[in-house]
């Protein structure tokens, strides 16, 4: 077994990583940075000026917003201004009432924000924010390379905080990495102590609730309504089509704009609910344990932690890659597997949906997620009945962490070109 303090470390690192978040972690990022730079010029601002790296306003353009039926970056932002609060976190818009909506959609008709695209940024993950209030006073906050890791406060003149010499890591969760590999988490989620792990059963509870609420059909493409409802003659009614259902339902609800939270991995909602909603849809229907549940919510949830540590929080790849290789091995410990099986199934996984591209976050994500929880369960049936992508095939190398570097490598560095392309059509249409 793992000791203790390595264990220490690594419950730490998961607590970190999988945390509530209400509505797209890209907007809410982006009105906290907001919030923040409100409460530091002590006023509502008359101007609020943002500037996006490219990934951040890519996955912040078409997303709806927690409780207001509205998309996209304005209201995000005025809303910010007029109700958010820094001490929240990702979950900085709870506040959101039908008043506060209205004086957005003012705020914004009064033409006082500006979004720009920055250039060069530090990091993929890039928020700044300058306010201007009466009397020329200014505030500005800045948001590098996590979510929530400000690494600049100023006021007027003033520097206030500023850590941005550590570059875009200072104060995110590269600043207290563990090294992690697949054998090390293999082993944590199966011989830590249930008592300490216990805890990632909150995921279930919030993502199951989200997932409910998706069910109904209301919000987004109803992926999940319609799988389970109508679409029981081309799918059936088996685990594979509950899965589907259940996962794509809580996306539904997410990238929909339900106020209600989910559990996050990595910064993401969207790949909280993947790394979470098919482990749980397929224990609950094969009458697993608490525990057995919990040691498998721990392995996909910290295999995405340890995917993402090398791909980085956004990237050209699609997140839904990551958790679903997560879910993956979930779902092979589920079926009874060990950490060959296990490998296997991140090696299958790697095969099948590498090349997925990020076109940003919106209601057709439940779509994507759709795809990674149908082939996370493919990859671990296949890895249960001995058959594992071999190295002789594409990017999959006999050893699985060189395997999941080839991945990311592609993600973070051969589709680079793929990314900016993606976000010039995105920017140039007219809609």
């Known amino acids: 077994m793992i000791e203790k303090n390595k264990r220490e470390e690594i419950i730490d690192l998961v607590k970190r990583e999988v945390v509530p978040a209400i509505g797209c972690t890209e907007p809410a990022a982006v009105s906290l940075a907001v919030a923040k730079a409100k409460e530091t010029l002590g006023e509502m601002p008359k101007k609020v000026k943002v500037s996006l790296s490219g990934n951040m306003l ?7 917003i927690p409780g207001t039926g509205m998309i996209g970056l304005p209201i995000a932002i005025a809303l910010g201004a007029l109700i958010g609060k820094s001490e929240y976190g990702l979950e900085v818009l709870k506040d959101v009432s039908p008043k506060a909506v209205k004086q957005g959609k003012e ?7 500006e979004i720009h695209l920055a250039e060069d940024t530090p990091s993929n993950l890039y928020i700044d924010v300058e306010v201007e209030g009466k009397d020329g006073k200014k505030a500005r906050c800045v948001i590098s390379g996590s979510h929530s890791n400000f690494v600049l406060i100023s006021k ?29 988490v293999w082993e944590f989620g199966t011989e830590a102590p249930a008592e300490e792990i216990g805890f990632i059963l909150m995921a279930r509870d919030l993502n199951k609730a989200a997932s409910e609420e998706g069910k109904g059909g209301g919000f987004g493409h109803a992926v999940g309504n319609i799988v389970r409802e109508k679409g029981k003659l081309f799918f059936g009614d088996g685990l594979l089509a509950k899965m589907i259902s259940a996962t794509s339902a809580a996306c ?11 559990m996050s991995n990595s910064g993401s909602g969207n790949q909280g609910i993947t790394a ?17 549940l919990a040691r498998a919510l721990m392995l996909s949830h910290l295999t995405s932690i340890y995917i993402k540590q090398h791909l980085g929080r956004l990237s050209a790849l699609c ?21 060959e099986e296990a490998s296997a199934a991140v090696k299958n996984m790697v095969a099948n949906l ?21 082939t996370a369960m493919m990859s671990a049936l296949l890895a249960m009945e001995g058959k594992c992508v071999s190295e002789a095939e594409g990017i999959v190398h006999s050893d699985v962490d060189t395997t999941i570097r080839n991945l990311t490598s592609i993600g973070k560095e051969a589709m680079t070109v793929t990314d900016r392309h993606v976000l010039r059509i ?6």
């Open 156 to 184: 007027d003149d003033e520097i206030l905080f500023d850590n941005r010499s550590h570059g875009d890591t200072a104060g995110s969760v590269a600043d207290e990495e563990v090294d992690l590999s697949m054998a090390m």
């Open 252 to 262: 539904d609800a997410r990238m929909g704009g339900a106020p209600i939270p989910v």
């Open 58 to 64: 890519k996955n912040a353009m078409g997303v709806g």
């Open 319 to 339: 997140g839904c890659v990551v958790a679903s290789t997560g879910a993956a091995v979930g779902l092979t410990y589920l079926m009874g597997g060990g950490y």
């Open 276 to 292: 979470t909603m098919p482990v749980v849809s397929f224990a609950e229907n094969t009458g697993a344990t608490e525990e057995t």
């Open 107 to 113: 705020f914004i008709a009064e033409d006082r924000i």
């Open 354 to 374: 590498t090349g997925m591209l990020c076109d940003g976050a919106k209601p057709s994500c439940s779509m994507k997620i759709s795809s990674g929880v149908s």
């Open 426 to 431: 995105m920017t140039s249409k007219d809609c």
